[in-house]
């Protein structure tokens, strides 16, 4: 009987849909797999995201997946923002079907894996925000049907691979707020499709290709913080389709053509400060009718201002520091233009030259005006009462020009406003009591003016106010007491050189918060008051050039941060108080021309003589030597005598029974020359060369962590001592070797710090061949050198190697907290020679220990040092030692503290002094003194930038990063510039170091504050 039709029909149907079936189920495993893989190498989970993906449910249902219907194979991985911190499985490779690959904002690190360029299918990819480094893989550009790229805010290094032309479906690429060096590659041109091109925060350099001009459907273009330089492509000025250009704080040059804008019918931003352009501003501006940000600041322009009428989007217009206008009456005349701008919100002249009035037409800019800066140029006349029409105004900065009459009475309808500032100009009149109804105002300047009468009561309304500033007026009669009641006064109270007179009540007290309190040169009187030591956060009292009489007040050791206090030409008498010289950052102390008597103190402040000025009070005594008072009277002269006599006869006899028992022993042989090769065997557990091999197995190549200038560092383990430990073999065999172990031995001898390296013991014996063996074992660091952490290599993937800015300031303190100590607080000081960051090691907790002291020199045998230099070379290392070392001078204290300034530009540019940028005259010293403080963050290391800093420079804005961390960094620089000068004499000792750095952590922001904290916009 033959097989009926269904059954062949039947049949058929399994033959040809089996294999495929098989196929399903292999490709579901290899999915199933690969997610596994992926997840095996999340460290932390801390949402527990990847708790769903186990076998209780299929692969296509955990979260963050997506599978097609059809095959149930992965098509898209999404988990951004779940904080997951790990390296990237290569095993994502095998996910064949993957389209789209989202892990933005998380933590994960180590190499981009090349396998992702085997993801035929892949069409997006998101990296942003994590912490990946390594080179951008060349095999990405085989992913051909890449439309999105974007890595951005990672540590990427390395170039833009020339191989990215090859993605021709690709529409839009970030790698901005990376460490990627080189130009932009002109294989850019090739990617027909690419709307969105964003590359700020880079080390990039050299010229825009004219290639890129061949992107025909380019609308956002960002090349802002590089390095990027020569003038800008003619041809870019016709791409139509371009709604941004923004290219600030880079190096272009040259001029804007007169017609650029004419073919440029979509731009919205135009953002090219800080950049080196000149020329004038192209009339064809008036033709950008969709312009809302236009940014030119800080660049050469002149001349006049072009009409901004037909521009109705303008929101945000800024100019400031250029040269434009011919300081004529019509520079300002552009203004007029401005009332067209309904939307216009921020406007920034200030730092150029322009001259003229202000017209009443200002009244008529748009109601969303909201910050108006016209600072700094050569405006006169009177301030129209029409400004009082910008009911929108949160500020108002119209400082140093040449303003004159009264201060109108329509700012009182600014009921919005927050700062204030109308300083530096001819202002007369009084001031108006209506300030006080201008409650939001945290700013108030009105210095350098002619106003006169009194200060209004009414001020004490102001509660949100920080700095209050009226000095240099012409201010009259008591200050009231309503000011000292403004309990928000933090950044200062500023009244100096005015008329004021009376006396400052005890309601000073209540300004507990305040930072500095200057009333010099008034005509106050009466007693300083003791609630003055409430203020607990001055920094800076000045109180000269008044009739204050009576004493100095106790109260005043209170104040903890108090920097400088000046109390000259005054009326003052009495002791000066002992307690000031325990004040720790006390740096200036000024009292000249009282009535004070008695002992000037000698320690604190008042140790050193530059630091304080007591002349003009001629009852002093005492103090240190080069004040050349006379020696205080001693109480009770003839009773101390007889002491001293029986305290002399004492020593005497002490000495000569000591000598004679000294003399018995020399004669018996029994006395034995010290051994200066090995000061400190005897103090420690003993070990032997045999200990040390097997500690270290052999001193093998898989046991050796490091290597230096006079031997090898191994780790190992000893079974006298818990724990590992670094044992550093010394290679005899090299010049100088032998001195470095006694250096090492006789520095660590009697040293004990926190921030020290700990040595736990030594050898000095024979190896197997009978040769001279000598070694040192320190405390292991697990977490290496800083050399490793601001420099990995591409093979450090195990862990992300970047420190944060809260970290790395940390560091700082840390081994400036060393030096001190070695300067300063040991028995014998102790001049390092070698700082750099190969020698700072981090523990477990990242605190910093300063090691190896192979060429430490004591302080007392630094005169011996030239001869002693010629057995073992240069003294430090070429980039971090001075160069008085390098012309043959003595090794100093002075030296150690160059190179500290070194060791610190570099934690914070992360670039090395030895960089191949640094040539002839062009060093890592000169490189950071001239970019600070306008290009500050072109220097900064892109790891310690915030997020939401280059997040805004995409978009074609700016914006100031929290004044916190800009206020600190800044003074970082500065004594680490301090620190590194040429001149010996001139650099910033490690005591002052100490205090400076101390001050600086009383206000330096913490790495959750920064993140949370608000970004201010700022004109650029």
């Known amino acids: 009987m033959f097989p009926t039709f269904s059954f062949w029909f039947l049949l058929l149907l399994i033959f040809n849909f089996w294999p495929k079936t098989i196929a399903f189920t292999l490709g579901n495993q290899t999915d199933h797999l690969a997610l596994l893989k992926f997840k095996q190498l999340i460290t932390n989970d801390p949402y527990g995201i990847l708790d769903s993906w186990n076998g209780s449910s299929h692969f296509c249902n955990w979260h963050g997946i997506t599978c097609n219907l059809k095959h149930q194979r992965v098509t898209k991985i999404n988990l951004p923002g779940y904080k997951l911190h790990g390296s990237l499985s290569s095993h994502v490779a095998n996910l064949s079907f993957l389209k789209i690959v989202n892990l933005a904002d998380n933590k994960f690190f180590g190499i981009i894996p090349q396998q992702l360029g085997n993801l035929l299918q892949l069409q997006e990819l998101y990296l942003t925000n994590n912490s990946f480094d390594g080179k951008i893989p060349i095999n990405l550009t085989n992913c051909y049907n890449l439309i999105y790229l974007n890595l951005r805010r990672n540590n990427l290094i390395g170039k833009i691979p020339i191989e990215i032309g090859f993605l021709q479906k690709l529409q839009k690429l970030s790698v901005s707020?990376?460490?990627?060096?080189?130009?932009?590659?002109?294989?850019?041109?090739?990617?027909?499709?690419?709307?969105?091109?964003?590359?700020?925060?880079?080390?990039?350099?050299?010229?825009?290709?004219?290639?890129?001009?061949?992107?025909?459907?380019?609308?956002?273009?960002?090349?802002?913080?590089?390095?990027?330089?020569?003038?800008?492509?003619?041809?870019?000025?016709?791409?139509?389709?371009?709604?941004?250009?923004?290219?600030?704080?880079?190096?272009?040059?040259?001029?804007l053509p007169a017609n650029m804008f004419n073919n440029l019918p979509n731009l919205q931003v135009f953002s090219i400060g800080g950049n080196n352009v000149s020329g004038l501003m192209p009339i064809s501006i008036a033709n950008a009718s969709t312009l809302t940000v236009l940014g030119v600041s800080k660049n050469y322009?002149?001349?006049?201002?072009?009409?901004?009428?037909?521009?109705?989007?303008?929101?945000?217009?800024?100019?400031?520091?250029?040269?434009?206008?011919?300081?004529?009456?019509?520079?300002?005349?552009?203004?007029?233009?401005?009332?067209?701008?309904?939307?216009?919100?921020?406007?920034?002249?200030?730092?150029?030259?322009?001259?003229?009035?202000?017209?009443?037409?200002?009244?008529?800019?748009?109601?969303?005006?909201?910050?108006?800066y016209l600072g700094y140029n050569q405006i006169y006349g009177k301030i129209p009462l029409e400004l009082g029409n910008l009911n929108s105004l949160?500020?108002?900065?119209?400082?140093?020009?040449?303003?004159?009459?009264?201060?109108?009475?329509?700012?009182r309808k600014l009921q919005k406003l927050q700062v204030l500032n109308l300083g530096g100009n001819r202002l007369s009149g009084e001031i108006p009591s209506f300030i006080g109804n201008l409650s939001r105002l945290f700013r108030l300047t009105l210095r350098n003016n002619m106003l006169e009468g009194t200060?209004?009561?009414?001020?004490?309304?102001?509660?949100?106010?920080?700095?209050?500033?009226?000095?240099?007026?012409?201010?009259?009669?008591?200050?009231?007491?309503?000011?000292?009641?403004?309990?928000?006064?933090?950044?200062?109270?500023?009244?100096?050189?005015?008329?004021?007179?009376?006396?400052?009540?005890?309601?000073?007290?209540?300004?507990?918060?305040?930072?500095?309190?200057?009333?010099?040169?008034?005509?106050?009187?009466?007693?300083?008051?003791?609630?003055?030591?409430?203020?607990?956060?001055?920094?800076?009292?000045?109180?000269?050039?008044?009739?204050?009489?009576?004493?100095?007040?106790?109260?005043?050791?209170?104040?903890?941060?108090?920097?400088?206090?000046?109390?000259?030409?005054?009326?003052?008498?009495?002791?000066?108080?002992?307690?000031?010289?325990?004040?720790?950052?006390?740096?200036?102390?000024?009292?000249?021309?009282?009535?004070?008597?008695?002992?000037?103190?000698?320690?604190?402040?008042?140790?050193?003589?530059?630091?304080?000025?007591?002349?003009?009070?001629?009852?002093?005594?005492?103090?240190?030597?080069?004040?050349?008072?006379?020696?205080?009277?001693?109480?009770?002269?003839?009773?101390?005598?007889?002491?001293?006599?029986?305290?002399?006869?004492?020593?005497?006899?002490?000495?000569?029974?000591?000598?004679?028992?000294?003399?018995?022993?020399?004669r018996r042989g029994?006395?034995?020359?010290?051994?200066?090769?090995?000061?400190?065997?005897?103090?420690?557990?003993?070990?032997?060369?045999?200990?040390?091999?097997?500690?270290?197995?052999?001193?093998?190549?898989?046991?050796?962590?490091?290597?230096?200038?006079?031997?090898?560092?191994?780790?190992?383990?000893?079974?006298?001592?818990?724990?590992?430990?670094?044992?550093?073999?010394?290679?005899?065999?090299?010049?100088?070797?032998?001195?470095?172990?006694?250096?090492?031995?006789?520095?660590?001898k009697h040293i004990r710090h926190r921030n020290l390296v700990k040595i736990l013991t030594c050898c000095s014996s024979t190896d197997y061949k009978g040769g001279e063996f000598k070694a040192l074992a320190f405390e292991y660091m697990r977490n290496g050198n800083l050399e490793s952490w601001l420099h990995p290599t591409t093979e450090m993937t195990d862990e992300p190697r970047s420190l944060n800015l809260e970290q790395r300031f940390n560091i700082i303190i840390d081994v400036a907290s060393a030096f001190c100590y070695l300067h300063y607080e040991c028995e014998q000081p102790v001049i390092h020679c070698d700082l750099k960051p190969a020698n700072v090691l981090l523990n477990d907790s990242l605190v910093a220990q300063v090691s190896d002291?192979?060429?430490?020199?004591?302080?007392?045998?630094?005169?011996?040092?030239?001869?002693?230099?010629?057995?073992?070379?240069?003294?430090?290392?070429?980039?971090?030692?001075?160069?008085e070392y390098g012309m043959g001078l003595e090794v100093s204290i002075e030296g150690d503290t160059y190179s500290f300034g070194i060791l610190v530009l570099e934690i914070l540019t992360g670039r090395r002094p030895t960089d191949e940028m640094f040539k002839d005259d062009h060093n890592l010293h000169n490189y950071v003194k001239h970019s600070i403080p306008n290009h500050l963050f072109q220097i900064v290391d892109r790891s310690l930038l915030p997020i939401e800093l280059e997040n805004n420079s995409e978009n074609g804005n700016s914006c100031s990063i929290d004044p916190n961390v800009e206020k600190c960094l800044l003074s970082i620089f500065r004594i680490a510039l301090s620190c590194s000068v040429e001149s010996p004499k001139e650099r910033m000792n490690m005591v002052d170091v100490i205090k400076e750095l101390n001050i600086i952590k009383s206000f330096f922001p913490t790495e959750v504050q920064r993140r949370q904290g608000a970004l201010q916009p700022q004109i650029t």
């Open 394 to 411: 949160i500020l108002l900065n119209m400082q140093d020009n040449h303003f004159e009459g009264r201060i109108p009475s329509s700012i």
């Open 853 to 883: 002291f192979g060429l430490a020199r004591l302080v007392s045998s630094a005169s011996i040092s030239l001869k002693q230099s010629s057995t073992i070379g240069v003294m430090g290392t070429v980039g971090y030692a001075p160069l």
């Open 177 to 255: 707020g990376n460490n990627l060096i080189g130009g932009v590659p002109a294989s850019i041109g090739n990617l027909s499709l690419l709307t969105d091109l964003s590359v700020p925060y880079n080390n990039l350099e050299g010229d825009i290709p004219q290639e890129i001009c061949r992107l025909k459907k380019l609308t956002v273009m960002v090349l802002s913080v590089n390095y990027l330089s020569g003038t800008f492509p003619l041809c870019i000025y016709n791409m139509s389709s371009l709604t941004t250009i923004s290219a600030a704080q880079n190096q272009f040059n040259g001029s």
């Open 301 to 372: 322009f002149v001349g006049k201002v072009p009409s901004f009428g037909r521009l109705k989007y303008l929101w945000w217009i800024n100019l400031e520091i250029n040269n434009f206008g011919y300081n004529s009456r019509n520079d300002l005349e552009f203004l007029k233009s401005l009332i067209n701008c309904s939307k216009l919100e921020v406007v920034s002249l200030s730092y150029n030259n322009f001259g003229g009035s202000l017209s009443s037409s200002i009244g008529n800019l748009s109601t969303q005006l909201s910050r108006l």
């Open 670 to 748: 029994t006395i034995k020359k010290p051994s200066f090769d090995s000061p400190i065997i005897d103090q420690m557990i003993k070990v032997s060369y045999q200990n040390l091999h097997r500690a270290t197995n052999g001193f093998s190549k898989s046991n050796l962590i490091g290597s230096g200038n006079f031997g090898s560092v191994y780790k190992g383990t000893l079974e006298s001592i818990e724990g590992f430990v670094a044992i550093k073999v010394l290679n005899l065999t090299k010049k100088g070797s032998h001195k470095s172990f006694i250096a090492e031995c006789n520095a660590l």
């Open 455 to 666: 200060i209004p009561s009414s001020i004490g309304n102001c509660q949100n106010i920080q700095m209050l500033n009226l000095s240099k007026n012409n201010l009259r009669g008591v200050i009231p007491p309503e000011v000292f009641s403004i309990s928000s006064l933090t950044i200062g109270l500023f009244l100096s050189q005015n008329f004021l007179s009376g006396s400052l009540p005890d309601e000073l007290g209540h300004l507990q918060n305040i930072v500095t309190i200057d009333v010099s040169k008034n005509r106050l009187s009466g007693k300083i008051p003791i609630t003055l030591g409430k203020c607990i956060c001055l920094e800076y009292l000045i109180l000269a050039g008044n009739s204050f009489n009576g004493s100095i007040p106790h109260s005043l050791e209170s104040l903890k941060v108090l920097k400088v206090l000046d109390l000259s030409k005054n009326q003052l008498s009495g002791l000066i108080p002992k307690a000031l010289q325990n004040i720790p950052f006390f740096e200036y102390f000024i009292v000249s021309f009282n009535m004070l008597e008695g002992e000037v103190p000698t320690k604190g402040v008042f140790r050193n003589a530059s630091a304080f000025t007591v002349i003009g009070n001629n009852k002093l005594c005492g103090g240190i030597l080069e004040l050349h008072l006379p020696p205080c009277p001693i109480k009770g002269t003839k009773h101390y005598n007889l002491k001293l006599m029986a305290g002399i006869v004492s020593v005497v006899s002490f000495l000569f029974i000591m000598l004679s028992i000294l003399t018995i022993y020399w």
